[in-house]
């Protein structure tokens, strides 16, 4: 294991790249005059997030040249998790892609170390809001510096949760039965569009739960971000045996501590689990 010292200055490279990344996305984006044209804003995406990826993963290989990527862009390859042999970049160069799209605020670089299995740096940069989150294992998370915690709810009713929607329309009874019950038992919902924003939001109190079905690069920095912030994160379904639960994104929940029990309780009831 790596000690303190090398973590930081791993999280100081990492923010430095996704400082770097942001500002190829954000000039891709304020620079590129024919938004309003749905072709060009899908080529504009794709070639966006692609740049950005080029742009992390070639600073990481000549650094870090015997360190293992895994990313969004290039050939997500999701048994690069299970293996623990050497460290693990996990990389989402444009979180809340359709956001980047469509000219809103809410999107993210996110940028994730992990070493034997286990997230130990995080950086999440929203480049358009000028927000930097970042946190190292065992040293608590800032924003822009400054140290954050979580909302410190104490019942749902009074919480304010944050969700997202797969691209695929196929299996949705599950997901809108957990929506049905959160929705008559919280404050209200919020859908951000970038999962990476929803859990740095609940490490820094401006959500108080967060729920979803998500891949490794979506969470893996926020996740460490979050309870760096004194946030609790688990599952309310099963870890499969063996796989890393910092990189397991079926059935993630993240929220204020005096919450998360009983937020469990109303998802495992209303996806059946129980």
Known sequence: MSHPQSIATIADFAEKLALEAGRLVKRERDDNTLR?????????????????????????????????????????????????DTPLWIVDPIDGTVNYAYGHPQVAVSIAYADQGRVQAGVVHAPFAGETFRAVRGTGATLNGNNIQHSGATVPRDSLFATGFPYTKDSLEPLLSRLDAMIHQCRDLRRIGSAALDICWVACGRLDIYYENVSPWDFAAARLIALEAGATAGHFGEVPDGYPADLWGRDILISAPAVWESVREILRKASGYE
Request: no cysteine; charged share 35%; hydrophobic share 35%.
């Open 36 to 84: 309003t044209d749905y072709k060009h804003q899908t080529e504009l995406v794709t070639h966006a997030d692609v740049m950005a990826d080029e742009l992390i993963t070639a600073a990481i290989r000549e650094r870090f040249p015997d360190h293992r990527i895994l990313s969004e862009e290039t050939m997500p390859d999701l048994s690069q998790a299970e293996k623990l």
